[in-house]
């Protein structure tokens, strides 16, 4: 249990938990990670029979991570010390735990929400939400991706290499479970309302954003390649046609000025997608995704090279383009201009100039990313992806 001046509460939740081991016959401890507690909530929970672990880190996954690590069981069971969670019952966590599950989570919506305690901007739109992101972009099946009462083994915390030390380290932990290929599953639990006279730590739309703004960096694929993918094909197939001539939808006829937009979401849709490989390759050096196949293939390769002599080719073909403009404007003596080859002219040639230079860039940015360092946690997210 993570503990920051609980002391209202701690009691109540240590006595549930220990009856709980006794009643199942599970030879077990209750473990508190204290994140710097100041009301006496330690020595409470000590004088109980629970083991404390002080957590110097500030943050919620910070006193989370520490305590599994320091955890002796073969499973554990984390919730939070406020008496909303049903220490009492966590018998459907036990049984999947044992059937070999990696990560149990709770689902308060199938188990039941006791009124007033849960936010209704969390209830109806903040946990619906996540959870529809969650299977969106990771394909993970809980219905409930934030309940913070969830079990997994020992061994499979350590496979997952967490790195977040804040709120994030929940949306982490199923995320995580999700793409090393570990088996997830969820039972109904309670949640009650807290038992404190004090405002929750939570911050609903603070956490909320933090738990948003992490699902998507932890998913380039549909934050930014594929995005990028589609606006790519959709500006050259506006953009190729126009280079030879007029289009006409309907009664509208696109002409050299439906050139601007199509190479506008050309430049977009690239820059997306080499953000979205960059951010790919930051997660798996970070540790935070696992590598892959085609990481590994982009890393083993002379980025730096390849990526520089292919912008230095587009940048100087669309600086000839544009000289051979010029020519072409001078030979027509400026007077009979064939205006709209020049404008087609001018167009892919700075459009070329353009994407050889955002080359050239992002050569440099994945040289840098490609760099052969040691960096916690990604050796063991490539063992696990390889096993």
């Not at 909530?41 to 880190?57: E, H, M, N």
């Not at 019952?89 to 188990?111: Q, S, Y």
């Not at 390649?225 to 289009?247: A, C, D, E, M, R």
Request: hydrophobic share 45%.
């Amino acid at each position: 249990m993570p503990c920051l001046n609980e002391a209202e509460t701690i009691e109540v939740c240590v006595r549930k938990a220990k009856a709980w081991l006794a009643q199942e016959g599970v030879d077990g401890e209750v473990l508190i990670a204290d994140n710097g507690s100041t009301d006496g909530s330690q020595q409470l929970a000590k004088d109980l029979g629970a083991r404390i672990l002080d957590v110097p880190t500030k943050g919620y996954g910070a006193a989370l991570a520490a305590g599994s690590m320091a955890a002796k069981g073969k499973y554990i069971i984390m919730g939070d010390s406020d008496d909303s969670y049903d220490f009492s019952n966590l018998h459907p966590f036990l049984i999947e735990l044992r059937k070999g599950t990696d990560l149990v989570m709770g689902n308060r919506f199938a188990g039941g929400i006791a009124p007033g305690a849960m936010p209704w901007k969390n209830r109806y739109i903040g946990n619906p939400a996540m959870s529809f992101l969650g299977r969106f972009l990771f394909s993970i099946p809980a219905r409930d991706f934030h309940c913070g009462l969830r079990g997994f083994s020992k061994q499979a915390f350590m496979k997952m290499g967490l790195r977040t030390t804040g709120m994030e380290f929940a949306s982490e932990m199923v995320i995580k479970t999700k793409v090393l290929g570990m088996k997830i599953a969820e039972v109904p639990t309670t949640l009650s309302v807290d038992g404190r006279s004090r405002p929750p730590h939570l911050k609903p739309w603070r956490d909320g954003w933090r738990h948003l703004r992490f699902m998507l960096s932890l998913s380039p694929k549909w934050t930014f390649f594929v995005p990028g993918l589609i606006v790519l094909i959709v500006g050259l197939g506006l953009y190729l046609p126009l280079l030879f001539g007029n289009i006409q939808l309907g009664g509208l006829v696109l002409s050299t000025n439906g050139l601007s937009v199509a190479s506008t979401l050309i430049v977009i849709g690239f820059v997306h997608m080499i953000l979205g490989v960059a951010v790919r390759i930051f997660a798996t050096r970070e540790g935070l995704l696992p590598t892959t196949k085609v990481v590994d293939s982009i890393l083993r390769r002379p980025i730096f090279e390849i990526g520089t002599l292919l912008g230095i080719l587009m940048l100087g073909l669309g600086i000839f383009g544009i000289f051979q403009s010029i020519d072409t404007w001078g030979l027509y003596g400026f007077a009979e201009l064939p205006a709209n080859l020049l404008a087609r002219q001018i167009s892919l040639s700075g459009m070329l100039a353009i994407l050889g230079g955002i080359t050239v860039s992002s050569s440099l940015l994945f040289g840098f990313l490609s760099l052969p360092m040691e960096t916690s946690g990604v050796s063991s997210l490539e063992s696990s992806s390889s096993n």
